[in-house]
């Protein structure tokens, strides 16, 4: 088991950046606010892949320049060995948390 902490966005981002061979910012939002289900600002999403980085779970690298971006670089981001490893990890341990909660038609009574 790695020593590897993630809050909730540190993981769904993680997992947006493991979906694809490389993706980048808007991407990662787009698909952030149609799996989750709410919009995520721009900052937001590079301040935790920039966590993500310093954890040496995603690595960046810059694109070409393009006209359509006034000759600027789009920064990519893609999941690392231990990314992928962590990411997993989490996985196995979510599931296996959620092997002990009981069937919802055992109610305790309560309902």
Known sequence: ????????????????VLMKEES???EIAKV????????ISLPAIHVVLKRLEKKGLVKSAF????PERG???????????I????AK?????RSKMWSFVPN????YGLI
């Open 1 to 16: 088991m790695s020593d590897y902490s993630l809050g909730t966005l540190e993981e769904t981002i993680l997992i947006i």
């Open 24 to 26: 980048y910012g808007v």
């Open 32 to 39: 952030y606010e149609s799996h989750v289900g709410q919009s």
């Open 89 to 93: 990890e989490m996985q196995e341990r």
């Open 63 to 66: 694109g070409e320049p393009t």
């Open 104 to 107: 919802p038609s055992t109610n």
């Open 83 to 86: 990314g992928y490893k962590v």
């Open 71 to 81: 000759g600027k670089r789009k920064k990519f981001y893609q999941g690392t060995p």
